[in-house]
């Protein structure tokens, strides 16, 4: 798949020791001339790019050519009725039109690598439409993260049901982007990390949450964290889980 590079570069160290690894996120790209401002950010962090938006393909192949990964955001529908956007999945929609929407949001954004959903605390709960999301994502051999909008998701029962990858989001860098709302937000991901041995953080293309990021990422190595593309942060889970069968299996 499209990770088992990243995953060989990281089995070295894994099979003897894990050091604290964070992914962090930031999704809701496409659509504001701000958003430009997540290519100042290191090349370790991921980019979720909404599909069929003014600026999302564009930001796309730059940020890759860049060295960030790409993720793809999908939007989901939500229990507020939220306007969803171009893309949008919903439960009144056939198997054929949530896989067809899957596939022209994948077409439309280069580099995809895994999606995660934009809302969809209702759709998220649906065994049947998550288990259709699941199968367009392993044909497209790409990986899920659950944003968590809902206690009740079923994202990760249909993904382990269909085979697909899954981590799932643990904290929000910025709800509030009060200065010191992040930095609380940020010493909980610190903390997190370090006792979890991984995590997952997802943030927004703020002005704040990107000025904030800038100042304060090197931080993370100070407390010994390997800020790593959320692809390796995948292996990193296999690979405690499998240590020794994992060596067999890619020789």
Request: proline share 4%; charged share 20%.
């Amino acid at each position: 798949m499209r990770f088992i590079f990243s995953l060989l570069l990281l089995l070295t160290f894994c099979s003897t020791s894990f050091a604290a690894n964070l992914a962090i996120i930031i999704d809701d790209i496409g659509y504001r001339q701000t958003d430009e401002a997540v290519l100042q950010l290191p090349k370790d962090i991921t980019l979720s790019v909404l599909p069929h938006t003014p600026l999302g393909k564009k930001l796309a192949f730059e940020a890759y050519n860049k060295g960030h990964e790409i993720m793809l955001h999908l939007p989901m529908q939500a229990l507020s009725g939220n306007t969803l956007g171009p893309g949008g999945l919903t439960n009144d929609m056939s198997e054929q039109q949530i896989k067809n929407e899957i596939e022209s949001a994948f077409n439309n954004i280069p580099f995809a690598q895994g999606a995660n959903n934009h809302m969809g605390s209702l759709l998220t709960q649906l065994d049947v439409p998550m288990k259709w999301v699941m199968e367009e994502l392993k044909n497209k051999q790409a990986y899920f993260v659950d944003s968590y909008t809902t206690k009740y998701s079923k994202a990760g029962k249909q993904a382990k049901f269909v085979g697909v990858p899954i981590l799932y989001r643990q904290v929000f860098l910025d709800n509030n982007v009060e200065y010191d709302a992040l930095e609380k937000q940020f010493k909980q991901i610190i903390d997190q990390t370090k006792r979890k041995g991984t995590l997952v953080a997802i943030a927004h293309p703020y002005p704040e949450t990107i000025s904030f990021l800038r100042k304060n990422l090197a931080r993370l190595k100070q407390n010994g964290i390997n800020l790593v593309h959320t692809s390796a942060l995948i292996s990193v889970e296999i690979a405690k889980t499998y240590p020794t069968s994992l060596h067999q299996t890619l020789r």
